[in-house]
T-cell receptor, first 118, second 115 residues
């Protein structure tokens, strides 16, 4: 079974530009989560999408946005990039409705996209 | 709000020695607790989780953790360290069963194994 995939693996942008990061969840998973892992700040929750809707949002400015497509893949968009947006962005997926499988609702992480803002 | 504190940003042990990584949590509701491992240039892998079924939880790669409500702790242990255990370890808490909603992570502990 394929795991969570993310693209691109690395992304270099300049300040003020926009970045688009993509995530494909594990087959059968309907929820996608985005986390930011910035140096010195640890892992912070960004966004949670389920069934195409934004369900929860972390303490990030509105220039961080995203969407989830009908096939449950997701995009994270970061507008007006700032230097401090440089980080590893991790995507995770889960099936929050799975009450049968042990661990069915655990979050499984992808390898991340490393964003560098110059 | 839930939070976790990992004591020690760096831990170094010798190969074959006991590994002990500390995690204390704060939660206003019964917590769901997790340990994840991150190898260099990789994402996070779930090691084990506590969801109230048993206080001693066994995970992958020989790791286990014990939930102690009185101490609000969920420390990770492994009896004998292996070189392949060198990685960063994150403790996380969720207020939903099996992390159905957001996870709140600790700052991480980098584990170094000395030959």
């Amino acid at each position: 079974e394929a795991g969570v995939t993310q693209s691109p693996t690395h992304l270099i942008k300049t300040r003020g530009q926009q970045a688009t990061l993509r995530c494909s969840p594990i087959s059968g998973h309907t929820s996608v989560y985005w986390y930011q892992q910035a140096l010195g700040l640890g892992l912070q929750f960004l966004l949670w999408y389920d069934e195409g809707e934004e369900r929860n949002r972390g303490n990030f400015p509105p220039r961080f946005s995203g969407r989830q497509f009908p096939n449950y893949s997701s995009e994270l968009n970061v507008n007006a990039l700032e230097l401090e947006d440089s980080a590893l962005y991790l995507c995770a997926s889960s099936n929050i409705r799975d009450r049968v499988l042990a661990g069915g609702r655990d979050q499984y992480f992808g390898p991340g996209t490393r964003l560098l803002v110059l | 709000a839930q939070s976790v504190t990992q004591l020690g940003s760096h831990v170094s042990v010798s190969e074959g020695a006991l590994v002990l990584l500390r995690c204390n949590y704060s939660s206003s509701v019964p917590p769901y607790l997790f340990w994840y491992v991150q190898y260099p240039n990789q994402g996070l892998q779930l090691l084990l989780k506590y969801t109230s079924a048993a206080t001693l939880v066994k995970g992958i790669n020989g790791f286990e953790a014990e939930f102690k409500k009185s101490e609000t702790s969920f420390h990770l242990t492994k009896p004998s360290a292996h070189m392949s255990d060198a990685a960063e370890y994150f403790c996380a808490v969720s207020d939903s069963p099996q992390g159905a909603q957001k996870l709140v992570f600790g700052q991480g502990t980098r584990l170094t194994i000395n030959p």
